[in-house]
């Protein structure tokens, strides 16, 4: 193999560039299966992780996972929606050889070993030892289809192109036919999202790929012998009435396996720090709290739980608090834009048409919604400061002072207005706490703790055009 170049997307390719250099180089073909089982063995007897990226499914799905692998199933993953049943999907690429060899210009990327269509046949005969070679990288060998109900038989398997019989071919050549989506994924993986959606008669199409391993078109006898790993992603059935997955095409895939929400909360914070698009900084303790409300949504009785409350909705949630973070630091000329409790609120405005709730929940769905996040804060709240003793700042309130806040109140304003407490260090205990440094940090964790007295009714709140003052 070649020297890596720093500067290419890939590193660099194997050297061989024919079929006779790619057999005195010593390459060994091996089935796709044989190499993804191969490959991730090699990984867990190495102690790499071969699911980069993904939270919660070590013990669960994961295991499932493998041995489905190891035994070469095509695969189905069950779920709701938001439980990263795509991102599985795409990690498998990482299960492939880095570097693939393919015959040059074969229309289904066939390997120089072992070629497949009626042309490369012939290329492979006519051009022996010289048949040329180009290598494949692995990103490449992975595609990815959303099933739509206007999905045809030809988007997925092939059809008659009749571009190539104006040409003059016979409609019963081979060569007149335009494969579709699973032959040219032929020595490698095809993800089908959303599979339920596709029609019936689409999905019957697809019995001979599953399991002779062949395809059909139109009344063409035609034998491929294709290599190709199916793995696709559904709703369970009984959500998911737009349609089903037909019982022959189910008895086909190998494995079924269930995905399911994190069940720790470490791994619902992981979650959202990995996937959210942040333009502000957003606390830690912000970030807990958005993982305990979704949490809560999905164990809430008002909330139809045959929908799910996706990972989505707390990614959009701290991409919508570090927003109006942005929007309030620019705004009011603040160095450094830093989340804060009062963002929450605006995250819930924005959200709620994420959550489908129980048909005799209506117009109760915003009660539902700011009852579960104050649930979520006072939690957070209880973790984070208990041990605490807030006496002070809660007589300085009962004395008269008041604290005012808002989605236009500068973090600088915020601090300034805080009682004062004479040599008490409390401010910097509850700081040292969520670990602020800057003004925007400092603000945010101070904010969390009035609110939890607040929650604890310690303290009063009133809130009234976008401001909030406690007192």
Known sequence: MTAQSPSAPFPTAPSPTTVGQLRASGHVQRPLRVEIRDNLLAALAEGRDPWPGLHGFEDTVVPQL???LIAGHDIVLLGERGQGKTRLLRTLVGLLDEWTPVIDGSELGEHPYAPITTTSIRRAKELGDDLPVVWRHRDTRYAEKLATPDTSVADLIGDVDPMKVAEGRSLGDPETIHFGLIPRSHGGIVAINELPD??????VAMLNVM????IQIRGYVLRLPLDVLVVASANPEDYTN???IITPLKDRFGAEIRTHYPLALVDEIAVIRQEAQLVAEVPDQLIEVLARFTRALRESSAVDQRSGV?????IAGAETIAAAALHRATRQGEERA?????????AVDVLGGKIEFESGEEGREELVLDHLLRTATAATVQGLFTGIDFDLVVEALEGGDLVA?????SARDFLAGLPVLGESDLYDQVADRVGAGDDGERASAIELALEGLFLAR???KDSAGGETVYG
Request: proline share 3%.
């Open 211 to 214: 399991e002779e391993r062949d």
């Open 338 to 346: 830093v989340a804060r409790p009062v963002d929450l609120e605006t």
């Open 405 to 409: 806040t808002g989605e236009q109140v």
């Open 458 to 460: 310690r303290i009063a």
């Open 242 to 244: 737009r349609g089903r």
């Open 198 to 203: 596709l029609a019936e008669r689409i999905q």
């Open 66 to 68: 493998e041995r489905a």
């Open 310 to 314: 996706s990972a989505r909705f707390a």
